[in-house]
């Protein structure tokens, strides 16, 4: 799509429907069972998608609570969306952007988030049939006791990703780019074929039997830790308060 047409997509909606469809999650999300329904300003999509596509959530973000929901297209959407205790089943998330330390929680099935921006993204615990191809996924974080069964990462950017207690079957991982900083610990690996390559490996498995822990890209990793703390170190001297935080970037878990 043309980057004209998505800013179409985005113009089209207004301050007050956004309002509407966070007053529509709260509504929602006091129904105790399925299903719960959403309505769009527009019509359903050629896939016959409600047409959620371009929403711009803002500061203020968009929470989906508490509901379970099927068929919705958010493609293009840009902001701070986050879900909690939600199921969601056969949504496009492609092309997201979302921001300010997402997370989406609990199940998502035959969920598509082809090209999306998913920085920071703390995701699970179970994730089925989901398209993650070409996402950037920097820093992405598995919660507990993660499954993602049946879930394509091929052309991902998996830099600085950390997976743990995970478990991956029938996954496939295809030309994605893993950096010093990923991190899989304690995971299980079924009938997936994966090239850790710069990535840390500890305690986990591939189809029963042990991976040999590994961590290719330990030297690059130190170098990148001694930069930051030089960085650091000259921040704290000069008395620069808007210095490097803290917390480095680079730590990985040993």
Not at 16 to 35: C, G, M, Y
Not at 115 to 120: H, I, K, Q
Not at 178 to 203: E, K, L, N, P, Y
Request: proline share 4%; charged share 30%.
């Amino acid at each position: 799509m043309k980057r004209s047409e998505i800013s179409a997509l985005r113009r089209r909606w207004s301050v007050e429907d956004v309002e509407d469809l966070r007053a529509q999650l709260l509504d929602q999300s006091r129904i105790t069972k399925p299903p719960h329904t959403l309505t769009s300003p527009w019509p359903a999509t050629e896939n016959e998608l409600l047409d959620l596509c371009g929403l711009t959530v803002g500061r203020y973000g968009l929470d989906i609570r508490f509901v379970t929901l099927e068929r919705i297209d958010l493609s293009f959407v840009r902001g701070a969306l986050t879900a909690f205790e939600a199921e969601l089943f056969d949504c496009r998330f492609d092309f997201a952007a979302l921001t300010g330390q997402p997370r989406l929680n609990r199940r998502f099935e035959r969920c598509s988030f082809r090209g999306a921006t998913l920085s920071r993204l703390a995701l699970g615990p179970k994730v089925v049939d989901c398209d993650f191809t070409g996402a950037k996924a920097h820093k992405l974080r598995s919660v507990p006791n993660t499954v993602f069964d049946r879930c394509t990462f091929d052309d991902s950017d998996l830099t600085g990703a950390q997976f743990s207690d995970t478990s991956f079957v029938d996954c496939t991982f295809g030309a994605v780019r893993f950096s010093a900083s990923t991190s899989f610990a304690r995971c299980s690996f079924t009938r997936t074929i994966i090239d850790f390559g710069m990535a840390q490996v500890s305690r986990t498995t591939s189809d029963g039997t042990a991976v040999p822990d590994q961590w290719k890209g330990e030297d690059e990793a130190s170098v990148a830790l001694e930069r930051y703390a030089a960085r650091y170190a000259r921040a704290i001297v000069a008395e620069d308060e808007d210095g490097p935080a803290v917390k480095s970037e680079t730590r990985v878990k040993s």
